[in-house]
T-cell receptor
Framework: DVKVTQSSRYLVKRTGEKVFLECVQD?????MFWYRQDPGLGLRLIYF???????EKGDIPEGYSVSREKKERFSLILESASTNQTSMYLC???????????FGPGTRLTVL | QKEVEQDPGPLSVPEGAIVSLNCTYS??????FMWYRQYSRKGPELLMY????GNKEDGRFTAQVDKSSKYISLFIRDSQPSDSATYLC?????????????FGQGTELSVKP
């Protein structure tokens, strides 16, 4: 059974804190993605990675960075959290030969 | 204008009704079209996948793509309370390129017993 796991389901942080969101997949997928989901806006791509140590900006990369040191792990970093980064964060993975993106359960981040 | 537009609803129907969910898009180069279903407090999961124009049926679900009108639809027949979820359309330009998807806003569907 394919699986994408995210380190936390709920997270509350203070403005200015550095925040790490971790994502792990056990399917040996090459491609991994970070999205944020907001009411009325749908899913918006923050960053994606098509290989270890490779990363590409998505549509809304400002205020975020990513790290992919191992194939199975893709981290999203908020260098200095702000209240407008309060959102649901979803990680996904996809093989280079498949069609489907497999999503994790999401992390609901609140920045106070 | 957003690349992909989807009526956010919410949509409430009685059990057994036929449900029609729709998305329009502006980029005629999109070739791959998908519908994801997202239950409350869960991540989205792929429901239907279609390449180019045409229909695809899977049980009670039918996906339609009309590229000439830049319009895609998902039909649910004999809707059940277990179909209550948010439905997201998604599309992409190319199969490769990391499989980057553009999502609609999602339609929240509630099927009442």
């Amino acid at each position: 059974d394919v699986k994408v796991t995210q380190s936390s389901r709920y997270l509350v942080k203070r403005t200015g804190e550095k925040v790490f969101l971790e994502c792990v997949q056990d399917m040996d997928h090459e491609n991994m993605f970070w999205y944020r989901q907001d009411p009325g806006l749908g899913l918006r791509l923050i960053y994606f990675s098509y290989d270890v140590k490779m990363k590409e900006k998505g549509d809304i990369p400002e205020g975020y960075s990513v790290s992919r040191e191992k194939k199975e792990r893709f981290s999203l970093i908020l260098e200095s959290a702000s209240t407008n980064q309060t959102s649901m964060y979803l990680c996904a993975s996809r093989s280079s030969t498949g069609n489907e993106q497999f999503f994790g359960p999401g992390t609901r981040l609140t920045v106070l | 204008q957003k690349e992909v537009e989807q009526d956010p609803g919410p949509l409430s129907v009685p059990e057994g009704a036929i449900v029609s969910l729709n998305c329009t898009y502006s980029n005629s180069a999109f070739q791959y079209f998908m519908w994801y279903r997202q239950y409350s407090r869960k991540g989205p999961e792929l429901l239907m996948y279609t390449y180019s124009s045409g229909n695809k049926e899977d049980g009670r679900f039918t996906a339609q793509v009309d590229k000439s009108s830049k319009y895609i639809s998902l039909f649910i027949r004999d809707s059940q309370p277990s179909d209550s979820a948010t439905y997201l359309c998604a599309m992409s330009l190319f199969y490769n390129q990391g499989g980057k998807l553009i999502f609609g806003q999602g339609t929240e569907l509630s099927v009442k017993p």
